[in-house]
């Protein structure tokens, strides 16, 4: 009997790659498997290509992406919201899984799960070698959710859904974002562009924080009301000045950090109002730190909420998000370059040295 074969992108050290070739395996009776359409790259793929991971040095790379089934377990009838489930589907899938067994997960935060990157965090020489989205096929294990993409929405809308729009939906319901508030985001990428659509689509006013002009002309057309660019106005104190006369004299209810940048952090606090919130999603990588005062934080009377990941039924809330409000935001013009499977390491570099502004690898 002979075997259809894959490949995939494995980093070797941090700034390498080669490509692998193994067998597509069979799923097992709870399993399925994928033939990836276009994976994206993330900020959390950069943040291993430089080196900067606490953990991950070598190994797959790729998690936010939409692919077609290719095989289903015997087990398998139905997606994680019961729609029926055939070879051919269009799904997108939680890139971690839900135990179910650790102390988080049986203790109700499931978005904290023990074991979330059991099997993104192996080898790809361990079976069933296809542990990530930068290839051929994947693997998706009995607990990780999936969920059928609706025909009238594009592929390259929906691939964006498993992470940076889910995590900023479940973000910003952790945070409480109330009707009528006003939000500020640090970040422009593809995290900060979501949640400017999330924040005005619950009453929010909306300002976006970048230094690169073409993402701020993206977050007014994803809804920001006022934009502040950080390669203009370059002190933060001035910074600080103009989020004060955008809003009569006070900082937003609301911060956001997207931007992965520690110093936006610091000042996050500063621009925040008196007995705001501050959601930090963003910065990812221990080790680099930046001078926190916890005594300028309890007379701020700020509220600070980091989240890691999301609920994995959110990534369903994300669906019905982008088809629902598809037409009024520009969710189709988020990448802006597109690589093939052997040109992983150029689109990697590409965005690292931010030629581009998003980049997708399409099979």
Known sequence: MTHA???????????????????????????????????????????MWNGHH?????GGLGHEMIGRVHAIGSAVTTDY????????????????QTCQRCNRCRGGQPSLCDNAYEFFGKQPEEWPHFHAAFGTHY??????????????????????????????????????????????????????????????????????????????EQAKAFGATDVIDISTVTEPADRLAAVHDMLGGEGPDVGIEVTGVPAAFAEGLELIRRGGRYLVMG??????????????????????????????????????????????YPFDKLVDAEFGLADVKQALDASAQRIVTRAAVCM
Not at 54 to 58: A, E, M, N, Q, S
Not at 156 to 165: Q, T
Not at 194 to 216: F, Q
Not at 293 to 320: C, F, N, Q, W
């Open 5 to 47: 074969t894959g490949r995939l992108a494995v980093m070797t050290e941090p700034g390498q790659l080669i490509m692998a070739e193994y067998d597509v395996p069979e799923p097992e009776r709870n399993a399925v498997v994928l033939k990836i359409v276009r994976a994206n790259v993330c900020g959390s793929e950069l943040h």
């Open 54 to 58: 606490p953990t991950k040095k070598r």
């Open 81 to 96: 919201a019961g729609q029926p489930i055939s070879v051919g589907d269009r799904v997108v899938v939680t890139y971690f």
């Open 139 to 216: 693997y998706v294990h009995p607990h990780q959710h999936f969920y059928k993409v609706p025909d009238d929405v594009d592929d390259a809308i929906a691939a964006a859904v498993n992470c940076a729009l889910s995590q900023v939906m479940f973000g910003i319901d952790q945070i409480g974002l109330e009707y009528g508030e006003t939000v500020l985001i640090q970040g422009a990428g593809g995290l900060g562009l979501h949640a400017a659509a999330v924040a005005v689509e619950r009453g929010a006013r909306v300002i976006v924080v970048d230094g690169v002009p073409s993402r701020l």
């Open 283 to 328: 910065t990812l990588s221990p080790g680099r730190t930046v001078p926190f005062d916890p005594g300028y934080v309890t007379r701020k009377s700020l509220t600070i909420k980091h989240v890691e990941r999301y609920e994995a039924r959110y990534l369903s809330k994300a669906l019905e998000f982008v088809q629902r409000h598809q037409a009024a």
